[in-house]
Nanobody, 115 residues
Framework: QVQLVESGGGLVQPGGSLRLSCAGSGIIFKNNHMGWYRQAPGKQRELVAAISVSGSTNYADSVKGRFTISRDNAKNTVYLQMNGLKPEDTAVYYC?????????WGPGTQVTVSS
């Protein structure tokens, strides 16, 4: 059974940084394209960053240059380094394979950017 557990969220001021982690069991991240997704109140879930099996990355335009996705194969963990946070980054952040599988959604981690 696949379980994905996100952590690292919190309350941060505009311009601040957070690093999110996604730990997986029942799945080997290096064998899957992985993504970080987010869902803000009243909005649809969106993909913000992805890392392929080969390690190539891509980002939504709204986070390009500010967010960095990475993967630690030894720890079977995917990270999202978020710098220069803005109020519009406030959302619940999730990891999943890319494209996402409904059965893999974890609880997410709340990120709130506010002064």
């Amino acid at each position: 059974q696949v379980q994905l557990v996100e952590s690292g969220g919190g309350l941060v001021q505009p311009g601040g940084s957070l690093r999110l982690s996604c730990a997986g069991s029942g799945i080997i991240f290096k064998n899957n394209h992985m993504g970080w997704y987010r869902q803000a109140p009243g909005k649809q879930r969106e993909l913000v960053a992805a890392i392929s099996v080969s390690g190539s990355t891509n980002y939504a335009d709204s986070v390009k240059g500010r967010f960095t996705i990475s993967r630690d194969n030894a720890k079977n963990t995917v990270y999202l380094q978020m710098n220069g946070l803005k109020p519009e980054d406030t959302a619940v952040y999730y990891c999943n394979i890319k494209p996402p599988w409904d059965g893999y959604w974890g609880p997410g981690t709340q990120v709130t950017v506010s002064s």
